[in-house]
């Protein structure tokens, strides 16, 4: 039988006892921060599934890493798209406004510079002599500290910082689930961010949809417009050319046919009566045949196809001298007939053609001057400009398309068609300016 132990052997075997206690003590200790904290990563688990928002988000994952008391407190500084700055802190109190402001004004404090440094984990075991210049290091006293960076596929979001007791601050496995929870965070931040994205793209594709779907209604509703004033434009044109073949041409043939009969009729002898009587029909005949020019030439002069667009805008300037002779026309041509394509000649000799009708019927003008010329940049432009009265063009382009007439609708969607540019500039008592451009084409 062993002897009873003797008193050194009994106190050592009681300091066995309390560091055995100690140990036991620190280890319920550790695993009850450890529960403590993987109960908050399990909370920020499912915010992060469900919350879409920034703020809410990080404010959310602060508050909850510090119930149970996991954490004593915890903030997170994160820029957004535009590069702001937001700060969320739990745990702080009213000693997180001051830290708040500083990183919002002043930038991220220097635990912040080192942790977006490099990668891993930074531990401060006693932040309130290391951290002097932190507004919050005084109430670290008998705690550590962890700080992240929040960074996925390479991009840095901001950072993380958790207060801890201080015999955890180095704990590798304590570091492990902070380092988790901090890539958590990171990877919830870039969902975020590409769901933003995703939206902000399809904001814009929606917008795009509905500014193009306005044009193609507007434009149906335009060309709806448009291909009914070509019509009544037509049915105007054949009632005007039934008119002057009426009135004209159709009166000198029925006073000929008359003439005709009637020496036909008479039976006379005097041949020399009869003669006279024909030779009255020499100046019919020859104004018939004027009117039936100046009919041909209004819908299609024919010294266009025989001669060209210069030589057609020189016979329509003195055609339009003659009959407005109140109006002085000034010409300043700098083109060659080869600079101008034959699709445009046409188009061209139109859009002239209805602006110079336009400073007749409208303007109150007295001189018009006309530029018909390649430009520096080789294109072909026509310029028509007036000195009469002029009038609002914003207020005339805002009346509906039904009540603003042919004329200038038709000028520019001549030119627009033939992939030229139209202008119209005027102002009341400022005259009128007309230009189509057609760029060069190679």
């Not at 949809?209 to 434009?219: H, N, P, S, T, Y």
């Not at 009637?262 to 030779?279: G, I, M, P």
């Not at 029909?281 to 045949?289: D, E, I, N, R, T």
């Not at 001669?307 to 109006?327: D, E, N």
Request: include cysteine; charge should be negative; proline fraction near 3%.
């Amino acid at each position: 039988m062993p002897g009873n132990p003797t008193y050194g052997e009994l106190e050592q075997r009681v300091k066995v006892l309390e560091k055995n206690a100690v140990e036991l003590r620190q280890t319920k200790e550790r695993i009850r921060h450890l529960n403590a904290v993987l109960s908050s990563i399990r909370n920020v688990s499912r915010m992060i599934a469900k919350e879409k928002n920034q703020d809410r988000l990080i404010r959310e994952i602060c508050r909850s890493l510090i119930e149970n008391r996991g954490y004593y407190n915890a903030w997170m500084a994160v820029k957004d798209n535009s590069g702001i700055l937001c700060v969320a802190e739990a745990g702080l109190g009213r000693d997180g406004i001051p830290l708040i402001e500083k990183l919002t004004n002043s930038g991220l404090e220097n635990c912040c510079g080192n942790v977006l440094s490099c990668p891993g984990i930074l531990t401060i075991q006693n932040p309130a002599s290391f951290c002097t210049d932190c507004p919050v290091s005084h109430i670290y006293e008998g705690r550590g500290a962890m700080a992240a960076r929040l960074e996925h596929s390479g991009k840095i979001y901001g950072i993380l910082t958790v207060s801890v007791p201080e015999a955890f601050s180095t704990d590798p496995e304590e570091k492990a689930l902070f380092q988790d929870v901090a890539a958590d965070i990171a990877f919830a931040l870039r969902n975020i961010e590409v769901e933003e994205e995703r939206r902000q793209t399809e904001d814009k594709l929606r917008d795009a949809r509905d500014e193009l779907e306005r044009r193609v209604r507007e434009r149906t509703v335009e060309l709806e417009l448009l291909s009914s004033k070509l019509l009544n434009a037509q049915e105007e044109e054949r009632k005007r050319i039934a008119g002057d073949l009426h009135d004209g041409i159709g009166q000198s043939l029925s006073a000929i046919k008359f003439m005709l009969e009637t020496v036909l009729e008479r039976n006379s002898t005097d041949a020399a009566a009869d003669f006279a009587s024909l030779k009255t029909l020499v100046p019919m005949l020859q104004k018939a045949s004027e009117e039936v020019r100046t009919i041909v030439m209004n819908l299609r002069p024919s010294v266009l196809d025989d001669l060209g667009i210069l030589a057609t805008v020189g016979w329509f300037c003195r055609q339009f001298r003659t009959v407005y002779s109140f109006i002085r026309v000034e010409e300043d041509i700098d083109i060659r007939e080869k600079d101008v394509p034959d699709p445009l000649k046409t188009i061209i000799f139109r859009v002239l053609q209805e602006a110079m009708n336009n400073v007749a019927k409208h303007s109150h003008a007295d001189c018009v001057w006309l530029s018909f010329k390649k430009n520096r940049n080789a294109a072909v432009e026509l310029l028509i400009e007036d000195n009469g009265d002029g009038f609002d063009v914003p207020a005339f382009l805002s009346v509906r398309s039904s009540e603003k007439g042919f004329g200038i609708t038709g000028m520019k969607e001549r030119t627009e068609l033939s992939g030229g540019i139209f202008e119209i500039c005027s102002a009341a008592s400022a005259g009128t300016v007309v230009r189509a451009l057609w760029p060069h084409q190679r």
